[in-house]
């Protein structure tokens, strides 16, 4: 029996494509508002495809999929299903590799579906509803250093992808290490020290935003960016995390 996973955003609306899927001979693994099915759910049920519902929220139906295309299962076929037509082109642009049906026609495109051999990675569409931590380049399960760690910084990271983890106190280099500043001399105290970890790994320097009127006003990206050089450092990506930290990343000049 085949198996798909469902998204659809509204309870009792769900309930009529279920029965149609179920009578089609699938085994259909729901997911709501509240809970989409999430990528580890997929992956134990070594679904068929994913079929997303759009007749409600289909912007939320639209990032569901782009967030799919950025994990191992990016391959997995998307099926669209009853999307208003004025709302098809602006879907598609984002997700031009899914299938787009009616209602009637959904099992003859399930039936059809196979892996995408080359699925399009939506990166402007997730630009905006992205995390901090995907923005940074954590990749689903990779490990994530962090060092001096503010209350609440997985909050500030946001939704990590499938399978990642964050590790305060790593003992050894992680992919992508997120160490936060906030004290001009904490920072050029441990910069050097950072710098081999930078060899090996990719190394953001997050630090507050600075506030209107106080300029200048403990650490800056000035005082980032030109005491970085000077250890032998050179950035080359700045991501805006959150309202309050901004960051830059690192890596060793050759």
Not at 11 to 31: D, K, S
Not at 165 to 190: G, K, M, N, Q, S
Not at 232 to 250: I, P, R
Request: charged share 30%; hydrophobic share 45%.
């Amino acid at each position: 029996m085949k198996r798909v996973g469902l998204v659809h955003w509204k309870v009792e609306e769900a309930r009529p494509l279920i029965e149609l899927l179920e009578r089609a001979g699938y085994e259909v693994h729901y997911g709501n508002a509240q809970r989409p099915i999430r990528v580890s759910e997929l992956k134990k049920l070594d679904a068929h495809a994913a079929v997303v519902d759009l007749s409600r929220l289909p912007s939320q139906g639209k990032y569901w999929a782009a967030e799919l295309r950025q994990t191992s299962l990016k391959q997995l076929p998307i099926v669209f299903v009853d999307c208003a037509a004025e709302r098809v082109d602006a879907v598609r642009a984002a997700i031009p590799d899914a299938e787009y049906v009616v209602r009637k026609d959904l099992l003859a495109a399930l039936k059809r579906a196979k892996a995408v051999a080359n699925p399009v990675q939506p990166e402007r569409l997730m630009a905006s509803s992205r995390s901090a931590a995907l923005k940074m380049g954590v990749k689903p399960g990779s490990r994530v250093g962090v060092y001096d760690a503010p209350r609440g910084y997985a909050k500030v990271l946001g939704a990590l992808p499938e399978g990642a983890v964050l590790d305060e106190a790593p003992e050894e280099i992680a992919p992508v290490t997120v160490w936060f500043v906030t004290d001009p001399d904490t920072y050029l105290a441990r910069l050097r020290e950072m710098k081999k970890v930078a060899a090996k790994s990719k190394l953001w320097v997050v630090y507050p935003k600075q506030q209107k009127g106080k300029a200048g006003v403990g650490i800056t990206q000035f005082t980032v960016r030109e005491a970085a050089i000077k250890v032998g450092l050179v950035d080359y990506k700045v991501c805006s995390v959150d309202e309050t930290w901004t960051g830059f990343a690192f890596a060793v000049k050759k």
